[in-house]
């Protein structure tokens, strides 16, 4: 079976895009869309991504008019913090280490909801489709 090989764009509304797209690539290193096709965009760090629809009354996202949550990689969750709180961003780690590794919640300008996941070395799940033993 044909399948996708990962996410190739993540598009959203914002109410002052210009300024959305400003804070992702100032305070997260999210680089901006280029201005042509010469140039080159953000490349993401190879690594696992979990694509979970969860039920439309879940209290996970918080605000309930918010319809998606991005979840971001990190290497360092505490350097990625330190370097979020500094810029006056307010950021909730969870106490919590999970098999999986450990996670932080903030939310950008417009109000949505984004984590910061901090994977585990080994304990990252396999990509579908991977067998255990093979990269």
Partial sequence: MERVSGIGGFFFRGRDPEALARWYDRHLGVQRTPPDYDSPCWTQEE???????????????????????????????????????????????????????????????????????QPMGGAAPKAVGQDAGTE
């Fill in 47 to 117: 690594g696992p991504t979990v694509f979970e629809p969860f039920p439309a009354d879940t209290d996970y996202f918080r605000d309930p008019s918010k319809a998606w949550m991005l979840n971001f990689r990190v290497r360092n969750l505490e350097a990625m913090v330190a370097q979020l709180r500094t810029a006056g961003i307010e950021v909730e780690v969870d106490p919590q280490e999970y098999p999986n590794g450990r996670f932080a919640r903030l939310v950008d300008p417009e109000g949505n909801p984004v984590a910061l996941w």
